[in-house]
């Protein structure tokens, strides 16, 4: 009895030790990540440079509040067309309209165009007189920038600290924190962006996982995530979330870049928009 029980002692002692280290071998996976602000940008910035033009196809997931204050969801496929660092074409097939919902942008423009039962609207706004627009429903260049498309050429007010497995950006401005992203110090790959309002008050989340290696050193997330905290604040867009079952390298016609990446006209709309500086103003038809 004596011998079977310093058996048994010793079994445990075993798997408690496995148990020990497995523990710490996972914590190991924390990686030192970058020691300067300037190095992780320098890091960010070869992603944007290795793009490369590719098309996407999966589906989304859109929750919104309707007008009658009630949240509401919509799940539908999509396709994604983009062209880095600014030119993106999505279109959703909602309710047998295979251009149910449609929104874009280039180097100058930004549009969003619904045709739901509750919504029949269009908005659509100029980069060069904008300061923010969290109030659209779905932001076009949050959506690049979930796909792996961070423009960091302003390399200024930016700090680096650390939170666990993620080295973390904060950019200021004015004393005013306006974005944080938060980076994996192993694979150094985005796995979450903040921003701010002119306020301080967290205005939308970008989460992305799964990333896929599309082209040499270019990879992009399967699943997105963008929370917009500004609109739902306001009883607007909840959620858009994007589940990419495809995503590869595409060599885009001119005759196709110029239908899918110019601002499509507002027509057949209940509502057209246009947004001047975060205000969103009705336009007459």
Known sequence: MAYRNTNLRLFAAFAAAILIFSGCSARMRVCPGRESAAESLSVLQLQLKNAVQFKAAGSCLLQYYAADKKTKKENFPVKLWVNPPAEIYVQGDVAFDPKGIVFGSNEGQFWLAIKLKEISSYWWGAYARQSSFEKLMINPRRVLEALGLVALQDEQGWSL???????????????????????????????????????????????????????ENFFVPRTVKITNLAAERAGDCISVSFNLESAKPADFAQKLRNRIFNRLKPEGFRHIYKIVDGKIIEQPE
Do not use: H, P
């Open 161 to 215: 600290s650390k939170e666990g497995a993620f080295d973390v950006l904060t950019k200021q401005q004015g004393g005013v924190k306006t974005r944080k992203i938060y980076v994996n110090n192993c694979d150094y790959l985005v796995r979450k962006i903040e921003y701010f309002d002119v306020d301080g008050s967290k205005a939308a989340v970008v989460e992305v996982d799964k990333y896929k290696e599309i082209s």
